[in-house]
């Protein structure tokens, strides 16, 4: 039975009994987040198995001798590739959804209401973003590393720095498609539908040369190819990556923008 | 201790205080220049029909929506401009709210407790949920979520509980559980607007209500008040051939048709009787209340016997908002 009136006193005589620990709003929200993302099957299937169990399948299909169609190890250009495969489906599956569900459920409305700071969810959902690829991330390429062997890296810093601003900018378009779609099942439509095409034309499919010129034309200008071109270039030695480093940093600044603004409690 | 102890705060009286709030959606005006004040230590209900402007209201107290027109304080503070001093101090349940499927209970209050938080094992304790610590929130009954709002409303101490529409779709006994709830936070001096279209819910929690209807208020006061000057009549039922004829006759019967004419002449000349009318074997006396009372005297001094199925409706807050609605130019319950 309950009981308020009777035992609130009693309740703050014994607070010392069992307080929660005292971080920030901020800090409270991005463990909760990051706690419940691992209990997230979408996130668990899309982010951390689905690229690479693509990877193992894929990684194999083309040899390991550099031709014609694969200035590098085939298996290496996919190793590196996937790794954008982690940051798109993040961007594009995972955080739409999430977002979209709060939204549709009122979990935003009840931060809000709650007193949360103005910027605390996008700090949050920034953080958990760079969180998921962080795990992800690494792990792709740990499962990559006995079965294929990992790419040597050529350009570190490049390769940071695209890691880095391809994750902002797709966190952002994740951020922001879940703050426009009106509902969980259409964030997971729009993303997948976002996502897919992506994935097969610029980062994890066929290699560029063998499609057809139209087709090519399409996906270099994707801004998921732009990332891993940005990442997959200086990583592999086959370019400075400098221009869709560029071009991902430009949609980075924009998304963000209106992922920030959208999001403010 | 004494509630006030939990409140480490200036008082501020009136809690909440509107002149003139005006909001318009797309063109349509969903509260218009509304004028309210929600005393300290007092449960405020908002009543009205479905889109009467109540939780339009609520959320531009709590500075979830931007008013177009008018003033508010609440606690003293402007809600959308001072909303991150104002929000900490206000608890609130809001309609249509919820939180995410897999976070445990443990979790959600860790996750909502502040620098004022109160003990939170007390308070699970309290709200009979400390068995459900680990429990997902959507593992959790409709009222046990409705009871883990009510802990969450409460954690930090709150100096006003906003609850909306807190019992929505929950069976009569979780209702009552809730209704517990918030009849003890009644008794410990916190102030509540308690904004429900559940009118045996407002009437059974609130000290004072305000009836709404397209953005307005119509009228306020207690609840008592409220039926009183909108719904004054009660209506007596009862069978007509076993009350009146007092030998069960059958319908028809020639002793019975005289014995049922002269009764209800008795009855219409009872004090407080307004009418009288007959419907299939049923007599309704209407009157005031104290037309309760002398149609009972006059079944026991006739010698007849009480009726089984005697029935006596009673008006109720219900009755008031209805008549109030119909009675309001331009509006419809």
Redesign the interface.
Known sequence: ???????????????E??????RS?TR??LA?EL??LT??PLTLTFVLAFPIVSMLIIGGSFGTEPDEVFPVNPSHWYVASYFTVVIGATGLIMLPVHIA??RE???L??F????F??WSFSLAELAMGLGAIAIAGPLLLAVAAPVYGLPDVEDPARVAAGIVVASVAFISIGVLLGTLLPSARAAQAVGLMLFFPSFLLGVGGPPPAVMSEPLREISERLPLALANDAIREPWLGIGNGTGPLLATFAIAVVATTLAARRTAL | MTITDLHPFEPVDPVVTVRGLTKSYGGRTVVDRLDLEVQAGEVLGLIGANGAGKTTTVECLQGLRRPDAGEIRVLGLDPFHDADRLRPQIGSQLQSSGLPDRLRVAEAVTLFAGPQATDTGALLEQFGLAGKRRSPYAGLSGGERQRLFLVLALLNRARLVILDELTQGLDPAARREVWSAVAQLRDAGTTVLLVTHELDEAEALCERVVAMSDGQVLDQGTPAELVARHAREVVVRFALADALDGRGGRSGDRHETHGTADALQALNRLPGVAGVTRDRGQVAVRGDRTAIAHVGAWLVGTGRSIPADLRVDVPDLESALLTLLDSTPGRAA
């Open positions: 039975m309950m009981t308020v009136a009777a035992t609130r006193p009693a309740a703050v005589a014994t607070s009994a069992e307080q929660p620990r005292r709003v409270r929200l909760a706690r419940l209990r997230d569900t709060y459920r009122g979990v409305r009840r809000a209401a709650s007193g700071p103005r």
